[in-house]
């Protein structure tokens, strides 16, 4: 189910790093530019995943 | 008439023969406390069954054994069903057993006990060997009753949270002979056959001690610690420990909170992210702003300074006027000085220097002459 070959839990992680570096003192204006850009990305994959929800219940019956 | 002497083994034979065709000794059920559990190495387990006053010995054969979901103990409050056989030789009695029930609470905690410190030994519990259960799980997997109230609550719960997640129900006995193979094999069938399983539940409602046992018995522990799938036990209510718990990768206190630890709620992880990206907006927005000002600054600073230096050329230049025009030898014309210059531009300023042939121009405050030289001299110091 991962998009862009991303799944939700690495595109959640690196936007979280993404929004944690921007803030960052170390970080320079270009740098928080790329950031942005980044972040946005894993954003819109987050958001993808989220809103492309199809959720499916199964029942497997166990062969005795 | 009195009857003939029987032989010994006669009378045992007839005994036996008596024992094995009572319908009643046959298929009895007797109740007491083991005593003087052995363990046999044909397979056999004997014991005895002992009250306030009496004593039976009991041998339970080895293929019954196996199905003992807990090995016997001395102190066990028991119900076996078994037949009296006798055994000939020295004209006792036993009973033949088939099956072993374990009753009261007391014998269960001895089992548990029991189980848990065999279990312990083996490394099951070991912290070491602990998956840690994946933050966004794909597909959830529920192991336990079809009916039961638990599949019901988990299902319930991770809806309401989240509508990501797909779910497998695994339909199997949770009490009774047979549950604990079945949950066994479906640990291991969701291990086999489903690669795309991120977490699994375990579990059931609540019930009594002894329905729960189905989830100490070795066989489940032993499908928990192998599963690669994360497995999240959720036995009973909160104050129910079971084996099950002790060896799971997380322990849940009640169905409905595996439900919520196996799958996070996606109005909040959207919340989340929606969080985040406003604050990196935000926090681009400052650094654009606070670097535009950063360059206004240094724009201001270089006009001022351009501006400055070209107010310091100014005045520069307006002093040096300034001086020019207050050293402008003809200003002293106004006093009435005149400038006698020679036809050639030069200026005289000694007699002796004129040429009376020349014609020499005279310069006033206002206006100038030309004029001839009649006569020159010098005063007596010869100036």
């Known amino acids: 189910m991962a998009i862009n070959g991303e799944s939700f839990e690495t595109s959640l992680e690196k936007l979280r790093e993404m929004s944690e570096k921007i803030k960052s003192p170390e970080t320079d204006l270009e740098g928080s530019i790329r950031c942005y850009e980044e972040g946005m990305k894993y954003y819109k994959n987050c958001e993808k995943i989220l809103a492309e929800a199809k959720q499916k219940i199964e029942t497997f019956e166990l062969e005795q | ?383």
């Open chain 2, 1 to 383: 008439m009195a009857i003939k002497p029987i032989s010994v083994t006669q009378l045992n034979e007839y005994i036996s023969r008596v024992l094995s065709t009572d319908p009643l000794l046959t298929n009895v059920t007797v109740h007491g406390e083991a005593s003087g559990v052995k363990y046999h190495s044909n397979g056999f387990i004997y014991f005895s069954l002992v009250d306030q006053s009496a004593k039976v010995n009991c041998a339970l054969p080895g293929e019954y054994a196996r199905d003992l979901k807990y090995e016997l103990q001395d102190g066990m409050d028991l119900n076996i069903n078994g037949s009296l056989r006798l055994y000939k030789k020295n004209g006792s009695y036993s009973i033949f057993v088939r099956n072993v029930e374990i009753c009261g609470e007391g014998s269960l905690a001895i089992a548990f006990e029991q189980m848990k410190n065999k279990l312990q030994n083996e490394g099951l519990f070991d912290k070491s060997h602990k998956k840690q259960l994946p933050a966004f799980p794909y597909k959830v997997g529920v192991i336990t009753s079809a009916t039961g109230a638990a599949v019901r609550d988990i299902l319930k719960i991770i809806k309401s949270r989240n509508n990501v997640v797909d779910i497998v129900v695994f339909p199997v006995l949770v009490q009774g002979d047979g549950a604990a193979p079945q949950i066994s094999h479906a640990i291991d069938i969701a291990n086999e056959k489903f690669d795309d399983i991120d977490v699994l539940i375990v579990g059931r409602g609540g019930g009594a001690a002894e329905d729960l046992w189905a989830f100490n018995e070795e066989i489940v522990a032993h499908s928990i610690y192998d599963s690669r799938i994360p497995v999240i036990s959720a036995v009973g209510h909160e104050i129910d420990f079971t084996i099950s718990d002790m060896v799971a990768d997380v322990r849940a206190e009640t169905p409905t909170a595996a439900a919520q630890i196996a799958v996070p709620d996606t109005t909040e992880l959207q919340n989340n992210i929606d969080d985040m990206k406003r604050q990196m907006s935000l926090e681009l927005n400052n650094r654009v702003m606070f670097n535009a000002m950063k360059v206004e600054n240094m724009m201001k600073d270089i006009r001022d300074s351009f501006n400055n230096r070209i107010e310091m050329a100014r005045n520069q230049v307006g002093s040096l006027k300034m001086l020019l025009t207050e050293n402008d030898p003809r200003r002293i014309l106004e006093n009435g000085y005149s400038i006698v210059e020679s036809s050639g531009g030069k200026v005289i300023t000694d007699a002796k220097a004129i040429d009376k042939s020349d014609k020499f121009k005279l310069i006033f405050h206002k206006g100038w002459a030309y004029c001839t030289i009649i006569e020159t001299g010098s005063d007596k110091d010869g100036d």
